[in-house]
């Protein structure tokens, strides 16, 4: 059994930056596309970023220039590094893992889901 386990939420000023790990145990995640989503109160769950099993990333627009993911195989660990964080940004992120040999594809059915970390941007 997967577990994903989020950290590096937290209150931040708006224009501040803030690194969120996912940590995943029981199954090695070479072949898994590593994801971020996230949910604001009152909202949909919405795709952020994700890394293919080969590295190659794909990202929503509204992130785009500000986000920026990586992942560590020897440590089955992915991180998302965020810079000028707005306001808006504040939500629950989630990390979600699907096995896949290509890009990632914000459609995709991940297989499975940590429990979230909580990011508040201040203005």
């Known amino acids: 059994q997967v577990q994903l386990v989020e950290s590096g939420g937290g209150l931040v000023q708006a224009g501040g930056s803030l690194r969120l790990s996912c940590a995943a145990s029981?199954?090695?995640?070479?072949?898994?596309?590593m994801t971020w989503f996230r949910q604001a109160p009152g909202k949909d769950r919405e795709f952020v970023i994700g890394?293919?099993?080969?590295?190659?990333?794909h990202q929503a627009d509204y992130v785009k220039g500000r986000f920026t993911i990586s992942r560590d195989y020897a440590e089955n660990t992915a991180y998302l590094q965020m810079n000028n964080l707005k306001p808006e940004d504040t939500a629950v992120y989630y990390c979600?893992?699907?096995?896949?040999?290509?890009?990632?594809?914000?459609?995709?059915?991940?297989?499975?889901w940590g429990q979230g970390t909580q990011v508040t941007v201040s203005s």
């Open positions: 979600a893992v699907v096995y896949s040999l290509t890009d990632v594809d914000e459609s995709f059915e991940y297989d499975y």
């Open positions: 890394i293919a099993w080969n590295g190659n990333t």
């Open positions: 029981g199954r090695s995640m070479t072949y898994y596309a």
